[in-house]
Each structure stands twice: as C-alpha cells, then as structure tokens.
C-alpha cells in the first residue's frame, strides 16, 4: 500500500482540497495529514527530512555589521532594519540580529542562521526570499542551526520560495503569521505553533523534483 503512494499523485490530491474545498474542509485534512506524515516517521516507514545529513553552510572571510544596501552575499554579525535588500546570488551567514522594520527581500539565495542568530519581524513586516539553485543547498532559502529563531510582530509575513529548514528549532507565533503561497513551500522544523491566525494549506505543486517527498513536507499550517 505505502509503496503505491507516489508524490505527484499526493500533489494532485492536496491541490484538489485546497481549491475546492471548505476552510473547515481543508483543517479536517490537514490535520489528517500531518497525523499521517507523523505516524510514517515515527514507524520509520518514510524519513521526512530531505536534508538530513546536510552540513552547515560554509562563508569566508571575517563577520561584521552589515551597512551597505543592497546587502551582498558574505557573513555578518547584525543586519539593521535599514538593510531592506539582498542582493542574492550567494550565502548570507548571519551570527546575530537580524532586525525586519518594515521588509528585507532577496532572490536567488540562501541565509544562514548560525545557533545565535535570531530574525525579530516587526509588525506588519515583511521577509520576501527565494532560494538559489547551487548544490548542496539547491531550494533551500533559510537554514537555521539549533538555537537560531524566528520572532514575528503582529500581522508579519513570510514569502518563501524553497525551503525554510531548521529541524532542530520550535517555533511559535503568537499574532498571526501569514505565509504567501509561492506554489513551493517547505517548512521543516521540530515544532510549529501558530496562535491567532489563518490556517491554510501550503501548495508544493512548484516543487516538483526538487525534494523528495515534497507532497507531505509542506502540507500544512494550521492554528
């Protein structure tokens, strides 16, 4: 039975509830699902990580305050909410702060949280990223270290295309999280509470090839 089940097939199925379906509908398979995805872990019937193994990401050269916008790829200490653009097209390993006033947005990418490093969106903020293709990290637009964390304000919004991986951090929301359908995207992370706001279902059907078993990581948010 379980080896019948096949992503595209899944894809299909989670696509058809989320538009055709009610909100109530779409919480009762949601959460359906990620009893399911749940239950093949734990039984190690299916490995839900398609990253597991990956090594931190690597950045040369010295860390330091971050000044200039549009940032460049490298490491720093601290990314102010001045700094509201990435330039892309690299690794941003970031060791401490990084402070989303209003938005911070950048394509072709990947930023790097080490273990003390935290995001604090403000309210209403934004954080727009999408991830760079370049193996190992291919699809992958934020990668956390166990510590790293992400602080929302009221009302803060996520719009990520590719993979926000931090398996070893729990994360909280407490005023509402709104996250954008890019069409691709994971979340994996130990925990997700999301407190006062809109459950939903997260629409994978652009990731095809790019993960293995992508139908099920990123099924679903809910309150």
Sequence with gaps: MLAQLQVQGAERFVEDIRTTRSQKTRDHYAGALRSFGS??????????????GLPSPTVAGTCGPATINPLPPGCYTTIPGTITNFTGGGIYKVTGLIDITSSLAGSNMLLYLTSTASINGGNNGTLTISAGNTAPYAGIAIYGDAGSQINAGNAFEL?????LYMP??????????????????????????????????LNTSGCAGSFSNAAFLGVAISE
């Excluded at 719009?159 to 993979?163: E, K």
């Excluded at 407490?174 to 890019?182: A, E, S």
């Design 39 to 52: 239950w093949l872990k734990r039984t190690g019937r299916w490995d839900c990580d398609p990253f597991a």
């Design 159 to 163: 719009n990520i295309t590719g993979a």
């Design 168 to 201: 070893d951090s729990d994360l909280t929301f407490n005023n509402h999280l709104q996250i954008d359908n890019t069409n691709c995207t994971l979340i994996i992370v130990n925990s997700l509470d999301i407190d006062n706001g809109n459950s939903q279902i």
